[in-house]
């Protein structure tokens, strides 16, 4: 039994580690995605364009700092994401970098979440980037509240990581175009949720059923969305925290699921 | 030791003409396998087959009685791919260092032959050089490495002399000979006749996916004044069949 | 003959000059020249806000950015002036942005003070009606609304009812409740203006607000008191007194008590009721 368990440990351990080289190697190469200093360009520019917002917004500057700031890190993160995510795939096809991989005792599965993993550190890279910057913005205000803005910050990386495996899902099986368009969609209508169940509210029976199935079958992104409380100094509840961290497992563990059927049955 | 038994692939979704048809080989170990075909023949497909790159239509292949698109079968395979790609922004260290850590080996030894291997194929002075400056050769060169890195029983080459140099050339059939006489199996595909004569110990003719002759290079070669034009032979009775 | 890339370099900056100078020309008469379609206002000017419904559904979940995008462009569109001076959208971007951030409480003061002086007194009143359901502990938008009525309405019951509400509010300034029972007296609902300046008389944290409201409540105490008078006089006469100083005449009063408010009172002739002396 021990033996059995080791042996189960030792499997699990070397899994990881080829999770992980895998996961560094596509971090090194997604970092040098040239976007991705765009990206962080644009977020100083962001940055000084609030601030000038926030100088003609009648004193309601701290307002305008936490919502564009926000916002725009949402924004841009979502842009790495499906523009780096949808081609994941794609550029190892392309490159023909992916006989490297797949010929090497590497299963799908786990060269799938070595690619995840790869892009959710890329991510969290420019996601700690951007956040610090919004940080010290705000403690040079005099507004920081670390705790509520770090949470904010960590749940925006949250829907990062759901959309990363979202552009994952649709490029296991689509051109990288395609991929990314369908994944902005699928973000769009994610964003929508709220607008959807209300409308749904109020429609005839058979629309109403139609556009509950809609909103429980996309993303429900909005749930990642604790930028109102921030702005408005509300409290969240931990049930509801600990309930958005179970439906971000749930439904990225259905996509990955999927992304790899599909990984399963590719040809190269 | 690799056993190709049946094998049958169709594109297309079995609309196309077969790009494998029925083939079936079995390799000895030690044993040096030459896949010889015009352009077209499918070399590249049985080869993709062999490494769970495609699946079969039909058929089966095992390395060492397991199938060999399984994790396990890899363990003992290196393979080298038609003009090999690598990823440009690593260097020859870092790439044979993860191709090593992709085999399950430590990170010393992994270092360890990477250094050893980069000096075998020629590539000692461009250990910490980007792949994004190799030429053709290097490229081939380094894929060869990679292929060695854990030091596999059986090798999988796909024109391994292709974009080589006379001496890139000579010193790649030199190491072919050398992993012979250390027991390896080697299962490489060209269309370069002189080579395949040269270190072949035997020789399949494949024309449209279909085996047309199997044997060593004197016995294709039969009463034909040269393997060369053996083979021309065999393809064009084929091709007029 | 200039190089090539010495010709290169002058088409560039000829090009540049004349993208430039083109934008200078067509802005100046974008901004600056009467409506050449004919319209009464420069609509290249104004704002064309969405309806509230479409911005929602647009969002995408950026409603708080979106609202503070409007509030951005609402606030350089009341202070860049417009050509006729006046502002067309001003209502329809208060509530587009109220609409996106219901809580977003500066709006509702800023627009309960903005809006009534460019003849929008009724939207500001709406506004602060859905700023009081949107921010029910908040005492600014009764307020302020409460202010509405007063200046721009002259309905001071509405006015009294407003700065009621405002009063119920915690953090609600301690002149909410008086200004409750001053608008309540100006409205002539005296029963009710009567408890309110007792409730303040006696609980006020501001003395000088104790003050006043003791005063207020003396005068509402006085007219209740010159009322009783005119009925016994009524009963007496079968009229009404021609005024105040008849009570004395007839000996009901021995003198006209004074009015701690200092305001003079007289008799409304209609209802017989006891009422400041209007200006």
């Keep these: 039994m021990t033996t059995t368990l080791k042996a189960l440990g030792g499997r699990l351990r070397g899994q990881i580690r080829l999770i992980w080289l895998i996961g560094l190697n596509t971090f090194k190469e997604t970092i040098r995605d040239r976007i991705l200093y765009l990206i962080v360009v644009f977020s100083i520019i962001v940055i000084a364009a609030t601030l000038l917002a926030a100088s003609v917004s009648l004193g309601q500057d701290v307002r305008v700092i936490k919502s564009f700031g926000l916002q725009a890190m949402l924004f841009l993160l979502l842009v790495i994401t499906v523009f780096s995510g949808t081609q994941l795939i794609w550029r190892e096809i392309e490159r023909q970098t992916i006989y490297f991989i797949l010929t090497k005792p590497v299963s799908r599965e786990i060269w799938l979440l070595g690619k995840y993993l790869g892009l959710a550190l890329t991510v969290t890279l420019v996601g700690l980037i951007m956040g610090t910057e919004f940080l010290i913005l705000l403690k040079v205000k005099g507004v920081l509240e670390l705790i509520p803005t770090i949470a904010t910050i960590c749940f925006i990386l949250l829907e990062s990581y759901l959309v990363i495996a979202i552009s994952l899902f649709f490029s296991s099986f689509a051109a990288p175009l395609s991929s990314a368009i369908y994944t902005f969609l699928v973000v769009l209508v994610g964003h929508s949720s709220s607008t959807l169940w209300l409308i749904s509210q109020k429609a005839s029976p058979a629309i109403k059923y139609l556009l509950e199935t809609i909103y429980y079958l996309f993303p429900n992104l909005e749930k990642f969305n604790l930028r109102n409380e921030l702005i408005y100094g509300l409290t969240v509840d931990r049930a509801q925290l600990l309930a958005v961290l179970g439906y971000f497992v749930g439904y990225s563990l259905v996509l990955l699921l999927l992304a790899l059927a599909a990984a399963r049955r590719g040809e190269y | 030791m690799l056993n190709i038994s049946r094998l049958n692939k169709t594109f297309s979704r079995g609309l196309g003409s077969p790009a494998v048809a029925d083939l079936s080989i079995t390799l000895s170990q030690g044993e040096v396998f030459a896949l010889l075909g015009p352009n077209g023949a499918g070399k590249t497909t049985i080869i993709k087959l062999i490494t769970g790159l495609i699946r079969p239509t039909s058929g089966q292949i095992t390395i060492n009685n397991l199938p060999s698109s399984s994790t396990a079968a890899k363990q003992i395979t290196g393979y080298l791919p038609e003009q090999p790609q690598f990823y440009r922004y690593l260097n020859t260290k870092e790439l044979l260092e993860l191709a090593g850590g992709l085999f399950g080996l430590d990170r010393q030894t992994a270092s360890r032959r990477s250094i050893e291997l980069a000096k075998r194929v020629g590539l000692a002075a461009d250990l910490k050089r980007s792949i994004g400056q190799f030429s053709k050769g290097m490229h081939q060169r380094l894929g060869l490495a990679v292929a060695l890195i854990n030091d596999p029983p059986l090798l999988i080459l796909d024109e391994p002399l292709d974009g080589l140099d006379p001496i890139g050339r000579a010193d790649f059939k030199k190491l072919i000979l050398e992993l012979k006489g250390r027991g390896k199996t080697i299962f490489f595909s060209s269309h370069i006749l002189a080579d395949v004569a040269e270190i072949g110990d035997r020789v399949a003719i494949i024309n449209r996916g279909r085996l047309l002759k199997i044997g060593s290079p004197a016995a294709i070669t039969g009463g034909q004044k040269s393997l060369e034009l053996a083979f021309v032979g065999e393809i064009n009775n084929d091709n007029h069949a | ?279």
């Design chain 3, 1 to 279: 003959m200039p190089t090539l890339k010495k010709l290169t370099i002058i088409w560039v900056l000829a090009a540049l000059g004349l993208s430039f100078a083109s934008q200078v020309s067509y802005d100046s008469w974008r901004r600056y020249s009467p409506g050449k379609i004919g319209v009464d206002y420069n609509v290249y000017i104004e704002p064309q806000p969405p309806s509230p419904a479409i911005a929602r559904g647009l969002s995408f979940g950026a409603n708080e950015a979106l609202a503070d995008w409007y509030w951005l462009t609402l606030i350089q569109y009341y202070g860049g002036g417009t050509p006729n001076g006046k502002y067309r959208k001003l209502a329809e971007m208060f509530d587009l942005v109220t609409e996106l951030a219901p809580k977003f409480a500066s709006v509702y003061e800023t627009g309960l003070v903005i809006l009534p002086g460019e003849g929008f007194a009724d939207e500001a009143i709406a506004l602060g009606a859905k700023g009081e359901r949107n921010l029910p502990n908040s005492w600014q938008p009764p307020y302020y609304t409460g202010l509405v009525h007063h200046i721009y309405k002259k309905d001071y019951l509405a006015a009294a009812q407003a700065f009621d509400r405002a009063a119920r509010s915690p953090d609600a300034p301690a002149n909410a409740k008086y200004f409750a029972g001053i608008y309540y007296a100006e409205a002539n609902s005296r029963q009710t203006a009567y408890l309110i300046f007792k409730n303040i008389s006696e609980s006020s944290d501001s003395e000088l607000v104790r003050e006043r409201a003791t005063k207020y409540l003396g005068q509402l105490e006085l007219m209740f008191f010159l009322e009783e008078v005119i009925d016994r006089f009524q009963a007496r006469y079968n009229r009404l007194p021609t005024d105040l100083s008849e009570l004395v005449r007839v000996d009901l009063l021995k003198s006209i008590p004074t009015n701690p408010l200092g305001r003079v009172l007289e008799i409304n002739p209609q209802s017989g009721e006891v009422q400041e002396q209007k200006k």
